[in-house]
């Protein structure tokens, strides 16, 4: 069964720190790999990684796929209070149309 | 949004009454899917569709049916609400299988008593 894991489950920081978030992944035939930000309601699509597009970069925001390990990293630096929000981890596999989301992690930046 | 509007925003119901809730979008996409987003187990497929009439079960489906009979429409319908239904519900489009080009609803907040 395909699985996906984010950690960690939450996140508090201060502004102007730099803060990293994990998912890990179980698929059968792997074809992406997604960001996607979560503020109040619906989730906006932020990065998609691929075997052939492993490293996408958007401002403060970073993200790297490790084809080795199964598993993604998203970077944000100098963090700032619009960047709290619940940030979701997704796959796709070539053998389904169902892309299978983590549970999020949940990221709170204070003053 | 991409055009997507989710109906009703808010309900609350009773244990045993059906509800439908209803997904519109006016992109023409192909994919359409049915989440339910609950604390703790992030965003989990009930439901999707891969064209008009063509639907097929995700992960948590059971208590729940779905119906496209328009590229426009897709239909989640709780035949007996339960309390365990009570969740966030997000409908999603998208022109390919998920991907970049996936597009959210603003959400449909579900309370069954």
């Known amino acids: 069964e395909d699985k996906v894991v984010q950690s960690p489950l939450s996140l508090v920081v201060h502004e102007g720190d730099t803060v990293t978030l994990n998912c890990s992944y179980e698929?059968?035939?792997?074809?992406?790999l997604l960001w996607y930000k979560q503020e109040k309601k619906a989730p906006t699509f932020l990065f998609m990684l691929t075997s052939s597009g492993i490293e996408k970069k958007s401002g403060r925001l970073s993200s790297i796929l490790d084809k080795k390990e199964l598993s993604s990293i998203l970077n944000i630096t100098a963090t700032q209070t619009g960047d709290s929000a619940i940030y979701l981890c997704?796959?796709?596999?070539?053998?389904?149309?169902?892309?299978?989301f983590g549970t999020g992690t949940r990221l709170q930046v204070f003053p | 949004d991409a055009g997507i509007t989710q109906s009703p925003r808010h309900k609350v119901t009773e244990t045993g009454t059906p509800v439908t809730l209803r997904c519109h979008q006016t992109?023409?996409?192909?994919?359409m899917y049915w989440y339910r987003q609950d604390p703790g187990h992030g965003l989990r497929l009930i439901h999707y569709?891969?064209?008009?009439?063509?639907?097929d079960k995700g992960e948590v489906s059971d208590g729940y049916s779905v119906s496209r009979s328009k590229t426009e429409d897709f239909l989640l319908t709780l035949e007996s609400a339960t309390s365990s239904q009570t969740s966030v519900y997000f409908c999603a489009a998208a022109p390919g299988q998920g991907g970049e080009k996936l597009f959210f609803g603003s959400g449909t907040q579900l309370s069954v008593l």
């Open positions: 997704a796959v796709l596999s070539y053998n389904t149309d169902k892309l299978i």
């Open positions: 992109e023409n996409h192909r994919y």
């Open positions: 698929v059968t035939n792997f074809r992406s």
């Open positions: 569709s891969y064209g008009v009439k063509d639907t």
